[in-house]
């Protein structure tokens, strides 16, 4: 018996000097500067959703201010329990039919402190999952610039889970995941031009055409409550997009200096564009302009961040600030469409823009894991890009009608018109931003003007 107790002892510490000794050889293998440098970056890209708050929170009217930033502060906290249940296994798993990962790394199973070699081989896999993550967290939060103002909370939360499932999940693994059907076409995202940016856009253009256009749009002024807030949004986002952009280099190195370098410049020249067209255009230079054409600048240089140089960096922020603001002043103005925040104007046609520039401007001389562009000989890389912004516009636009129509066969997406009126602060979340506050609106119903005029937090006027 005694002998039975001590060989179980001894086997079960041999078990445990073998799991120290594979530690210890799994940790010799992670780069304590690097893990810094990606714990550091998932840090800034988390800070850009909260500053994509202020940004869209600035721009609407003060009655639905907290309505926008709880739809961006909640999704860091449904995305990150969907990211470790789900979420991360579809867009980085083994790979399935060049389509979607496998769920062997169902919550986060077999995501531990080792390196995982195919996407980074110096930093715990961990950190990899959690960097990408922020980016999860993002997307669908663009989305709610579009739709800002007018879609029912409970159909917003359901969407953007289903949404995350279902269309950017695969599509990370498409142009990212190892033998994603993009990705082995040969076409170069670095940081998110098609996965974040077109995507995003692109679902929040088809999301504002499906609930319709806000409650006097085109026929009164919906003018932005506090662009203070939208500047402070905006310099945090340029802040933050230096981990979005450096440090998907995944590695402190050379690469991600760079990356870091071009995020700047064309930010810069973007803001300098979209100002100066402005001010031709209109005959004054306005600061929601130049924090607009900052943020053109930044979506337009996330693809290209990794493969091209500051000089095409600068050509590029020049574009992209100029095409965004022509999208954004002119296309939307034309069309008619409610795109209430613009979320398609910078994000949906910066993203294009700048997965087409990553077609002309990128060079190996940068990153030779890339590819060169147009510009340096190589037309099939601008091919490859084409390709992969047509798919992605197609399967976010499909995507997203179907999602929503699912969505509305449960629960209304859009808010009534009395609600509407209201403002969404008070009627979805029961509370407004600013206590001295005087709304007026106009109600149809007795018992809603009851239930306003019983508010004990702010004075209303109902006419």
Same mark, same amino acid.
């Given at each position: ?5 001590? +060989? ?95 769920? /062997? ?72 995941? +190892? ?14 031009? /098609? ?226 009126? /209201?403002?969404?602060?008070? /009627? ?14 106009? +109600? ?20």
């Amino acid at each position: 018996m005694k002998s039975k107790r001590m +060989v179980s002892i001894l086997t079960l510490l041999l078990l445990l000097a073998m799991s120290e000794a594979a530690f210890a050889a799994d940790s010799s293998a992670i780069d304590s500067g690097d893990t810094t440098f990606i714990i550091i970056a998932s840090a800034l890209v988390m800070l850009m959703t909260p500053g994509l708050a202020l940004f869209y929170g600035g721009m609407v009217r003060r009655k639905n201010v907290l309505s926008t930033f709880m739809q961006s502060f909640i999704l860091i906290a449904v995305i990150s329990v969907q990211w470790v249940l789900i979420g991360y296994t579809l867009a980085f798993g083994p790979d399935k039919g060049h389509l979607i990962g496998g769920l /062997t790394w169902l919550g986060f199973n077999g995501v531990g402190m080792s390196p995982n070699p195919d996407y980074a081989g110096t930093i715990p896999h961990q950190i990899f999952a959690m960097f990408q993550l922020m980016f999860a967290i993002i997307t669908p939060a663009l989305i709610t610039g579009s739709i800002a103002e007018r879609m029912r909370f409970p159909a917003f939360l359901a969407f953007a889970v289903i949404w995350a499932t279902f269309i950017y999940d695969p599509l990370a693994h498409w142009v990212w995941g +190892v033998d994603g059907w993009i990705r082995n076409l040969g076409a170069l995202d670095f940081a998110g031009g /098609t996965v974040v940016h077109i995507s995003s856009g692109v679902s929040g253009l088809i999301a504002a055409l499906v609930l319709g256009k806000r409650k006097g749009y085109g026929k009164e002024p919906l003018l932005p409550h506090h662009l203070p807030m939208t500047v402070l949004g905006a310099a945090l986002l340029w802040f933050g997009w230096f981990g979005f952009n450096a440090g998907s280099a995944l590695s402190a190195n050379g690469l991600a200096t760079n990356a870091f370098v071009v995020t700047n410049t064309s930010a810069a020249a973007a803001a300098i564009a979209w100002m100066f067209a402005e001010w031709l255009h209109h005959g004054k230079p306005t600061v929601l302009g130049a924090a607009s054409g900052a943020v053109a600048g930044l979506v337009a240089i996330t693809p290209a961040s990794g493969f091209v140089t500051p000089l095409a960096a600068i050509i590029i922020g020049l574009v992209g600030g100029v095409v965004c603001y022509l999208g954004v002043s002119v296309l939307k103005a034309k069309l008619g469409y409610d795109d209430s925040l613009d979320a398609f104007g910078c994000h949906g046609i910066g993203g294009t823009w700048g997965a087409i520039a990553t077609g002309l401007f990128a060079t190996t001389t940068i990153n030779s894991g890339g590819a060169d562009g147009l510009f340096y000989g190589n037309p099939a890389l601008l091919k490859a890009q084409l390709i992969s912004v047509v798919a992605t516009y197609a399967f976010a636009a499909v995507g997203t009608v179907v999602i929503l129509k699912v969505v509305a066969l449960f629960t209304p997406l859009r808010v009534t018109t009395e609600e509407e009126l /209201t403002g969404l602060d008070l /009627t979805m979340h029961g509370e407004e931003a600013y206590r001295d506050a005087v709304m007026t609106v106009s +109600v149809s119903r007795g018992r809603l003007k009851e239930r306003i005029a019983d508010s004990k937090s702010v004075p209303v006027h109902i006419s």
